[in-house]
């Protein structure tokens, strides 16, 4: 039963609340060709070390199972693209963590959504639900060959939330097809070949920077890893500064995702003699505090070694 708030209206009110795109999907379990190469690519010890991408499958592909009554979901994008980026002579850090922690800012954001249009819960990359997934069934993008939610006309640089509804809408979102075409361009930008060609289980988050950079937990990085580093310590936005549909981003309109200055400020010099108490404040109410400092440090150290 619809209680008669139409699609135009959720989008329109999303809008007006400052995201940049929104859809609405049917509630159905994920299909299951996804939901296989899921399994799939966990089975092949591709998700690495975050063994909580295998946990609570059930509620992954089913949302009603992780929040009773859903009948709906409503997929939201909020752009955080940067009017300026780090000098390609410092240290890189992803272009995400410039500003303050998006969990803050979309936790904000989706809360506001959620009272406005009667929602039953709503997440932002805090519960095993499949983003990319319901981003594309309810029209907001497809899934590139990067892996990343491809916005048409917008690009990739997008944080993506979702609130669940208890009401079934009289129409929803068109899904939208595949459009990376023969591009390869940012399969033959990753350094490590984490990327290759084909679905999701031709991912192996084991050799990607950013998985090595963020969620790692190991004293040191390999030689390898190493070696492909750059100047990277946190992050790497390689797959999508290659692709072509980033050249229409625009700067985000988020203050509170705009690069902090004490970031863009930061010298080579200045992150490698960082204290416990710097970290402290320097990245208090930052995505970058998922790098726990003896972490970050470690990835200081690896850059460092690559100008040796």
Known sequence: ??????????TQTAHQLGF??????????????VSDAYLQWIAQGHHAEMNYL??????????SLLVPGTKSIVSVALNYFPPQRIPSTNYQIATYALGDD??????????????????????????????RYWAVQAGVGWIGKNHQLIIPGAGSHFFLGEVFLPYSLSCYSTPLPQRCGTCDACLLACPTAAL?????????AERCLSYQTIEYRGATLSQQITAHMGHSIYGCDRCQDACP????????????????????????????????????????????????????????????????
């Not at 295998?54 to 949302?63: E, G, M, N, V, W």
């Not at 800012?105 to 095993?128: H, Y």
């Not at 290759?196 to 192996?204: E, L, P, V, Y």
């Open 54 to 63: 295998a946990q609570h499958l059930d509620k992954r592909f089913s949302p």
């Open 102 to 131: 998006y969990h803050d800012v979309l936790k904000e954001k989706l809360s506001q959504l959620q009272e406005a249009i009667g929602g039953l819960r709503s997440f932002c990359d805090t519960a095993p639900v499949l983003e």
């Open 196 to 204: 290759t060609q084909g679905d999701a289980s031709c991912f192996n």
């Open 1 to 10: 039963m619809s209680n008669g708030i139409t699609l135009e209206q959720i």
């Open 245 to 308: 549909w980033n050249r229409f981003a625009t700067p985000t309109a988020e203050q509170r995702l705009l690069p902090r200055p004490s970031l863009l400020s930061m010298t080579k010099e200045a992150w490698q003699q960082l204290t416990p108490e710097q970290y402290r404040k320097l990245l208090k109410g930052s995505a970058m505090k998922r790098a726990k400092y003896d972490m970050l440090m470690r990835n200081i150290k690896a850059a460092c070694s690559n100008e040796e």
């Open 20 to 33: 940049s795109a929104c859809g609405i999907a049917p509630a159905h379990d994920v299909k299951k060709e």
